[in-house]
């Protein structure tokens, strides 16, 4: 069986959650603070946090930076093969009861890429600076979250978006002492 086929699949299994998840953004207070979430996770957010880290931590913080970039290169051009190999329909393209509550950054679901770089980043930024955990963390976990609440991502997108951004930054732990 082929990945498409296999997404195929899910996409039967995963709409129910889809739907619950989605009708969780119909609320407009919960819907915008999603949205919110997500935009942060669009780029901005990570490239504000990588200038500060230059500027508070120096050279350290200039090395840490270059190891977060390299990983979200990587982490997008895996992002770019698995898009356009898979070609799957985001959940509010493919059922009429899940709403998209924000806009998206291209056409299709699989992986997740805010998940995927968010994870990614996020793992090498707490192994040169831990304390950041406290508040990075729950961060990673919004951005996961609002991409099923927006109605833009399966699970199983967000899932599989997560383990690559993990092991992209693992690989990349033998690169970068």
């Known amino acids: 069986m082929t990945l498409k086929a296999l997404l195929?699949?899910?996409?039967?299994?995963?709409?129910p959650l889809c739907r619950t998840a989605s009708l969780?953004?119909?609320q407009l207070d919960t819907q915008r603070f999603?949205?919110?979430?997500?935009?942060?996770?669009?780029?901005?957010?990570?490239?504000?946090?990588?200038?500060?880290?230059?500027?508070?931590?120096?050279?350290?913080?200039?090395?840490?930076?270059a190891h977060m970039l390299t990983v979200g290169l990587v982490s997008l051009i895996i992002y770019k093969v698995l898009k356009h190999a898979t070609v799957r329909r985001r959940p509010c393209d493919q059922f009429d009861d899940v709403r998209q509550h924000a806009p998206m950054l291209d056409l299709y679901s699989f992986p997740?890429?805010?998940?995927?770089?968010?994870?990614?980043?996020?793992?090498?930024?707490?192994?040169y600076f831990p304390m950041l955990g406290v508040v990075m963390t729950p961060f990673?976990?919004?951005?996961a979250s609002s991409r099923l609440v927006l109605g833009l991502h399966y699970p199983s997108d967000v899932?599989?978006?997560?383990?690559?951004g993990g092991s992209v930054a693992w690989g990349s732990f033998f690169v970068f002492d």
Do not use: K
């Open 112 to 127: 997740s890429g805010h998940t995927m770089h968010a994870v990614g980043l996020t793992a090498v930024l707490m192994s």
């Open 34 to 65: 999603f949205a919110t979430i997500s935009r942060l996770g669009d780029g901005l957010f990570w490239y504000v946090l990588m200038c500060l880290i230059c500027m508070l931590y120096g050279s350290l913080g200039l090395y840490a930076t």
């Open 159 to 164: 899932i599989v978006g997560a383990l690559i």
């Open 140 to 143: 990673v976990f919004l951005v």
């Open 24 to 26: 969780r953004g119909e």
């Open 8 to 15: 195929n699949q899910l996409n039967v299994l995963e709409a």
